[in-house]
């Protein structure tokens, strides 16, 4: 079965504050694949990278980073010098040898005030 | 290119009535997908398809819950009778099919209240 674990709930930081979003996931698969995506207040999810297990090296876009540990099975994502705009919920989502089949965790509430 | 389009963006019904769920996915993409979101959890795969053919749909409820997709493209999810406990927003998505595990690309979701 697989398994993706958001432990933070919700983050509030003020605008420029760096912000990391954890994300641990089990699987028994050995080839699986990792995703991040965000969903602002619009509602539509929007997604912001996909990883797959075989590659870890760790990936920085703009202000968006992620940190892929496969010994500790953790996937992380860093907004530097947060936004307002970088207010949402963010998923991780964790997809396996059953081809498109995602299990998403719950969700992180990032709060950015002005 | 246009997005994944849903309709109708808010449906209120009472219990026990049918409701249905409409999605056209993005053009080209042969695979479809029916979520369900119910709040403050991440969303939960309903059914997955592959063209026309449903390659998964082990999380639907199939004693009140049907979904088609005829032609391999628009999609239609439908209860029947629905429960209070079905209140969520039902979210579709669509991406390129094959083993590439590729992005998915999800519509606004349409938020289902029943009373």
């Known amino acids: 079965a697989q398994k993706v674990t958001q432990a933070q709930t919700e983050i509030s930081v003020v605008e420029k504050e760096d912000v990391t979003l954890d994300c641990v996931y089990e699987?028994?698969?050995?080839?699986?694949?990792l995703f991040w995506y965000k969903q602002p207040p619009s509602g539509e999810l929007v997604f912001l990278i996909r990883r797959n297990s075989f590659d870890e090296q760790n990936e920085i876009s703009g202000r968006y980073s992620w940190n892929f540990q496969k010994s500790t099975s953790s996937f992380n994502f860093t907004i530097t010098a947060s936004q307002v705009v970088d207010s949402a919920v963010y998923f991780c989502a964790l997809g396996g040898t059953n081809a498109g089949k995602s299990t998403f965790g719950d969700g992180t509430t990032l709060t950015v005030k002005p | 290119e246009a997005g994944v389009v849903q309709s109708p963006r808010y449906k209120i019904i009472e219990k026990k009535q049918p409701v249905a769920f409409w999605c056209n996915p993005i053009?080209?993409?042969?695979?479809l997908y029916w979520y369900r979101q119910n709040l403050g959890q991440g969303p939960e795969l309903l059914i997955r398809?592959?063209?026309?053919?449903?390659?998964?749909d082990s999380q639907l409820p199939k004693d009140r819950f049907s979904a088609e997709r005829l032609k391999g493209v628009d999609s239609t999810l439908k209860i029947q009778p629905a429960e209070l406990g079905d209140s969520a927003v039902y979210l579709c998505?669509?991406?390129?099919?094959?083993?590439?595990?590729?992005?998915?690309?999800f519509g606004p979701g349409t938020r289902l209240t029943v009373l």
């Open positions: 398809y592959e063209n026309e053919e449903a390659v998964d």
């Open positions: 053009s080209g993409h042969n695979t």
């Open positions: 699987t028994r698969d050995t080839t699986y694949y």
């Open positions: 998505a669509s991406s390129r099919g094959g083993r590439n595990y590729n992005e998915q690309f």
